[in-house]
């Protein structure tokens, strides 16, 4: 018999054809219609391909389900742990992505210190020609970076501000073996000794308003903050505010706490460069995670191991 999979939402055509020809495909386009679908019809779904979203009451639905599959590095929308406990394995797509979010990061944080955003007005709105040159910006070289959460993704955005002459350092719930970055346990005290600060760690609720208030202030009013992590990681409320007075220097952020929603106050803000959480959209990165999307599956069912489980799942793949 072979296997079903349920796939919710538009993945890239490629997609949809290699999942073709490995199984029997349960396709709808949202979580809206998985809602409407009788127990019946989830009865025999083993694999569930997702962006990034698997609530414990979705996976109880499936009472044969085996893997998720889901798109995305992060998968705080996905109830691992409880997918963990059920033998499931639930499996993202890592590494493929960490060069495009690290480019992001550096494209942010110059655009940021440098004012590309305001600088370009400058010139369209012809005051260069009435006014004379436009002010003076910061230069990123030799400044102190503190990144928040020293992964995968982490480590490729600090290789990269080597060729700034960064000096680099960072900030996780432990020190990390192998680097010779040096560690801080308090991440107020790092931002305190920084100039900038990156946040790249998971979303979820260990991480909820990380950069709180006092993080945010001990930054400074020279300090610039790059948020290509998730939104909730920073209290946006708490950076509106900064920003506003002057406690804060400058943000580029990628990530919002309610997309695609942005607070009106940021739009406004000359000292702010906002993208639309597009890190890693390239096509060639977005191919890249959908291919592993389909590896993960066909792997899993075709050969009994998934290649990219998280953390969670990782015994049940090893074992």
């Known amino acids: ?8 939402g538009n993945f890239f055509p490629s997609v949809m054809i290699d999942l073709k ?7 709808i386009q949202n979580f809206g219609e998985l809602a409407q679908m009788s127990d019946n019809e989830l009865a025999n779904v083993e694999g569930f391909a997702t962006f990034g979203w698997a609530p414990a009451d979705v996976i109880d639905r499936m009472p044969s389900l085996k893997l998720i599959s889901s798109f995305g590095v992060g998968y ?28 992001t990061t550096i494209m942010l ?25 436009a002010p003076l910006t910061r230069s990123i070289a030799g400044k102190k970076v503190g990144i928040v959460g020293l992964g995968r993704i982490g480590d490729a955005i600090a290789h990269k501000l080597s060729v700034f002459n960064c000096t680099v350092v960072y900030h996780s719930r ?3 073996d192998g680097t010779d970055y040096a560690y801080y346990g308090d ?35 020279e300090g610039t903050l790059i948020n290509v992590a998730r939104g909730t990681v920073v209290d946006e409320q708490a950076l509106v505010a900064a920003l506003q007075d002057g ?43 959908s291919d592993l999307v389909v590896e993960n599956l066909v792997s899993h069912f075709e050969k009994g191991a998934a290649v990219a489980p998280v953390p969670e799942c990782a015994h049940l793949v090893e074992g």
């Open 187 to 221: 991440l107020v005290e790092m931002a305190r000794d920084c100039d900038v600060l990156i946040a790249i760690t998971p979303g979820g609720p260990a991480t909820n308003k990380l950069i709180n208030k006092t993080v945010i202030e001990a930054l400074g009013p």
């Open 109 to 133: 944080l110059l655009a940021t210190m440098r004012c590309l955003i305001e600088q370009n007005q400058y010139l369209r709105d012809g005051r260069w020609v009435k006014e004379g040159n």
């Open 174 to 176: 432990n020190p990390k």
């Open 21 to 27: 020809e490995h199984f029997d495909l349960l396709h």
């Open 76 to 103: 705080d929308g996905v109830a691992a742990d409880h997918a963990a406990s059920r033998g499931v394995v639930v499996t993202h797509t890592p590494n493929v992505l960490n060069d495009d979010v690290a480019n």
């Open 1 to 8: 018999m072979t296997t079903q999979v349920l796939v919710v």
């Open 247 to 289: 406690r804060l220097g400058s943000a580029g952020l990628d990530v919002f706490e309610q997309e695609p929603k942005v607070p009106e106050a940021l739009l406004d803000m000359n000292n702010v460069v906002l993208t639309p959480h597009v890190a890693s959209a390239t096509w060639e990165t977005r191919q890249a995670m």
